[in-house]
């Protein structure tokens, strides 16, 4: 079956642009996360979502990151005002349960943002 | 907070060493414990897990057991291939920090022929 898929897989941006990351997670998976990872570096945690309630987004590093999932599904992690300590990669996950740290998390391909 | 502490690398071994690749956690609670490896130009993708202490995770040859005594994850394979060569994380979920994974940094592994 399809996993978890991101578009734009690339992005380049001028410093103070806005950009919009979009991913679509697996068909049916409760919950979505959106983690950072910097060069040489394992992803951190940015927010969480379980169907469109928004429930942790402890890890966004400042109120310029903004991360939705209206209808449940697909999910939006916009970035407003880019600055070059934005660029990374950016990915999206997907688990099944509502909750429980047994399930897996199935990671998509990523969005590498790189910002000018 | 939670913190994942994976050896660095790059470490770089012969086809059909041994491997070990040490991991350990610092949590609050009891969490879960995940090896996810990335090979050149893929994503993220679960390697094993072991949800509780004692349970041992197993996939592809690759083991590690949950040793909660020590707060340890450390991935062995008893003979490593070339196509073994990528990067490897350590992760914890569920150990009373944020709601997403905790990662370690990674470690590349080599493997020559």
């Known amino acids: 079956g399809a996993g978890v898929s991101q578009s734009p897989r690339y992005k380049v941006a001028k410093r103070g642009q806005d950009v919009a990351l979009r991913c679509d997670p697996i068909s049916g998976h409760v919950s979505l996360f959106w983690y950072q990872q910097a060069l040489g570096q394992g992803p951190e945690f940015l927010t969480y979502f379980q169907n469109e309630a928004q429930l942790d987004k402890s890890g966004l590093p400042s109120d310029r990151f903004f991360a939705e999932r209206p209808e449940g599904s697909v999910s939006t992690l916009k970035i407003q005002r880019t600055q070059q300590e934005d660029s990374a990669v950016y990915l999206c996950?997907?688990?099944?349960?509502?909750?429980?740290?047994?399930?897996?998390?199935?990671f998509g391909p990523g969005t590498r943002l790189t910002v000018l | 907070g939670n913190s994942v502490t994976q050896m660095e690398g790059p470490v770089t071994l012969s086809e059909e060493a041994f491997l070990t690749i040490n991991c350990t956690y610092t949590a609050t609670g009891y969490p879960s414990l995940f090896w996810y490896v990335q090979y050149p130009g893929e994503g993220l993708q679960l390697l094993l897990k072991?949800?509780?202490?004692?349970d041992k995770g197993s996939n592809k040859g690759f083991e590690a057991t949950y040793r909660k005594e020590t707060t340890s994850f450390h991935l062995e394979k008893g003979s490593v291939q070339v196509s073994d060569s990528a990067v490897y994380f350590c992760?914890?979920?569920?150990?009373?920090?944020?709601?997403?994974?905790?990662f370690g940094k990674g470690t590349h592994l080599i493997i020559q022929p």
């Open positions: 992760a914890q979920w569920g150990g009373g920090g944020a709601d997403g994974l905790t």
């Open positions: 072991a949800t509780k202490a004692d």
């Open positions: 996950a997907s688990s099944l349960a509502t909750s429980g740290s047994t399930d897996t998390q199935y």
